[in-house]
């Protein structure tokens, strides 16, 4: 398979083109050359916000495209009309977030979207960004294009932040202000799967939109958690905390306290997907453990300091603010008020 990805350097892009050289697929990488593309990428260099940023890919043709572009969508439409007839197949990372807020308990693929237009230029919202992009590739490829609908992804390479700070926090030691319920459900992706499940898709030529996210009962707050206490070998103690307590205190969700949402209909909005359709189609999540230990063994092999995108929130909570609220909350003695301590998250006789 002759392979074209837009990207390719960075968590999601590095991931599929990964996953495509192991394969043993010709890959070719279009990106502004910021990062090193993995060995065996074929590099070109363009940057599509700029004119004449795809001029690289002016002759050319692939088996396939994967695009994983996370901006405005003008950019995806500019890629479509360039390369479809010279692409067997395009495949883009789209996002959950196209959904309409709130959404249905585990909505499939059918829920309402977002209004979006696909000549979106410059400063463009998230969901309306991904959105667009899809519309972008309905002109131009009708229903042959594929667009995984991916929610939380996590696993090495990331560079947002969130399992990086768990590990990173867990790691420190010490009593950890771990957000309830210990057993509220998670659905995300590991990057490699996601990887997998897009390079099967195009091979396939899947079209339309997929919900592109671990199947419910796969994880939950209190796995991650634990999984981090042992992949890093801490002697942290994860003191669970009544969610109405930690909001109360005026704690960010998802940036203070990253991967969390309390109860309600955002953590439903985030982590209630039906995901038959793509399950159907070869969806295979590996467990908790494995990608928690692979990020932390990557973390270990760049120094711990992970990096965070310049567009996307800061995440992460303060060590002193951290201390404040378990003193508040009766974290430093008989844990009054918490569901349990210890690297299990369990009282101990």
């Known amino acids: 398979m002759r392979l074209l990805l837009l990207g390719g350097t960075k968590f999601v892009g590095r991931a599929i083109a990964e996953e495509a050289v192991a394969r043993g697929w010709e890959v070719t990488a279009l990106n502004r050359g910021t990062q090193p593309a993995p060995e065996g990428v074929t590099v070109l260099r363009g940057?599509?916000?700029?004119?004449?940023?795809?001029?690289?890919?002016?002759?050319?043709e692939w088996d396939s495209v994967v695009d994983t572009w996370s901006w405005a969508p003008a950019a995806v439409r500019a890629s479509a009309r360039l390369l479809k007839d010279r692409v067997g197949h395009y495949a883009y990372v789209s996002s959950c977030s196209v959904y309409d807020y709130p959404k249905p308990a585990a909505a499939d693929e059918s829920a309402a979207v977002v209004e979006a237009t696909?000549?979106?230029?410059?400063?463009?919202?998230?969901?309306?960004?991904?959105?667009?992009a899809e519309l972008a590739l309905e002109e131009e490829f009708g229903g042959s294009a594929v667009y995984a609908r991916a929610g939380l992804i996590l696993g090495p390479y990331e560079n947002i932040g969130r399992l990086p700070y768990w590990l990173n926090r867990i790691a420190r030691g010490g009593p950890v202000l771990a957000p309830g319920p210990r057993g509220l459900p998670l659905q995300y992706i590991d990057a490699r799967d996601l990887a997998a499940w897009m390079l099967d898709a195009t091979a396939a030529r899947l079209g339309g939109a997929y919900?592109?996210?671990?199947?419910?009962?796969?994880?939950?707050?209190?796995a991650v958690l634990e999984e981090c206490v042992r992949a890093t070998g801490s002697d942290a103690g994860l003191r669970w905390?009544?969610?109405?307590?930690?909001?109360?205190?005026?704690?960010?969700?998802?940036?203070?306290?990253?991967?969390?949402?309390?109860?309600?209909?955002?953590?439903?909005?985030l982590h209630d997907a039906n995901?038959?359709?793509?399950?159907?189609?070869?969806?295979?999540?590996?467990?908790?453990?494995?990608?928690?230990?692979?990020?932390?063994a990557w973390l270990e092999s760049i120094g711990g300091s992970a990096p965070q995108r310049s567009d996307r929130p800061f995440v992460w909570l303060d060590a002193e603010r951290e201390a404040e609220l378990l003193r508040s909350f009766g974290g430093f003695g008989g844990f009054g008020?918490?569901?349990?301590?210890?690297?299990?998250?369990?009282?101990?006789?």
């Open 211 to 222: 919900n592109l996210v671990s199947p419910p009962g796969h994880a939950t707050i209190g």
């Open 118 to 132: 696909p000549d979106a230029a410059g400063e463009v919202p998230y969901a309306e960004a991904k959105r667009g």
């Open 47 to 60: 940057d599509r916000t700029a004119e004449g940023g795809l001029d690289a890919l002016a002759a050319g």
């Open 337 to 349: 008020g918490f569901e349990g301590s210890g690297g299990s998250g369990s009282l101990g006789s």
């Open 275 to 296: 995901v038959d359709r793509a399950v159907a189609t070869g969806l295979r999540c590996r467990p908790v453990a494995e990608t928690v230990r692979d990020t932390w």
């Open 241 to 269: 905390t009544d969610p109405e307590r930690i909001v109360a205190a005026g704690v960010e969700p998802w940036t203070e306290l990253p991967i969390w949402v309390p109860p309600g209909d955002l953590h439903d909005y």
